[in-house]
T-cell receptor, first 114, second 112 residues
Framework: KAGVTQTPRYLIKTRGQQVTLSCSPISGHRSVSWYQQTPGQGLQFLFEYFSETQRNKGNFPGRFSGRQFSNSRSEMNVSTLELGDSALYLC?????????????FGPGTRLTVL | AQSVTQPDIHITVSEGASLELRCNYSYGATPYLFWYVQSPGQGLQLLLKYFSGDTLVQGIKGFEAEFKRSQSSFNLRKPSVHWSDAAEYFCAVGATGNQFYFGTGTSLTVIP
């Protein structure tokens, strides 16, 4: 099976712009989670989608949003970018929603905000 | 509240030496525990996981981890480190509410 794919891999934006990141989960996986990774902060949970519905949300401002399509592909959007949004954004998919369902990660999208 | 602590931010070991990376968790119920590895520029790869049963679990690349309930720990070990093991390692707990909690990671440097 193909792994989790994320596009684009790298992105440079300026403050105030908005950005959309895309994630295609492993075939058959219905849950997609998004994480922000910055040095020293580790992985911060953004949100999780399952069957096109947001099921969990982390402690991020409303500028961060997401959605999931019927084919389980997911997008996340960040509006009004700030310098502090520079990070590696990771997407992870898993078959279901149980705590035992292993997450499989994509390579990430490196976002740089200038 | 659930949390995961990795006390060591950075560890340096010589190639061929043994390795132990520490992980402590805070969780009220039986935890589902994971170790992931992240190479530079890559996503996270699952090394091993613990759900129940034998407290010593084997993973890929020669890694193993031991679950100790009394110490709330899930330390990762490898008897002989290879230069290719240099990476960042993350411990995680899967909790009810379907959320995962990650430690802040331990960066491993391997010297020849």
């Amino acid at each position: 099976k193909a792994g989790v794919t994320q596009t684009p891999r790298y992105l440079i934006k300026t403050r105030g712009q908005q950005v959309t990141l895309s994630c295609s989960p492993i075939s058959g996986h219905r849950s997609v989670s998004w994480y922000q990774q910055t040095p020293g902060q580790g992985l911060q949970f953004l949100f999780e989608y399952f069957s096109e519905t947001q099921r969990n949300k982390g402690n991020f401002p409303g500028r961060f949003s997401g959605r999931q399509f019927s084919n389980s592909r997911s997008e996340m959007n960040v509006s009004t970018l700030e310098l502090g949004d520079s990070a590696l954004y990771l997407c992870a998919s898993r078959p279901g929603q149980g705590a035992r369902d292993t997450q499989y990660f994509g390579p990430g999208t490196r976002l740089t905000v200038l | 509240a659930q949390s995961v602590t990795q006390p060591d931010i950075h560890i340096t070991v010589s190639e061929g030496a043994s390795l132990e990376l520490r992980c402590n968790y805070s969780y009220g119920a039986t935890p589902y525990l994971f170790w992931y590895v992240q190479s530079p520029g890559q996503g996270l790869q699952l090394l091993l996981k613990y759900f129940s049963g034998d407290t010593l679990v084997q993973g890929i690349k020669g890694f193993e981890a031991e679950f100790k309930r009394s110490q709330s720990s899930f330390n990762l070990r490898k008897p002989s480190v290879h230069w290719s093991d240099a990476a960042e390692y993350f411990c995680a707990v899967g909790a009810t509410g379907n959320q995962f909690y990650f430690g802040t990671g331990t960066s491993l440097t391997v010297i020849p």
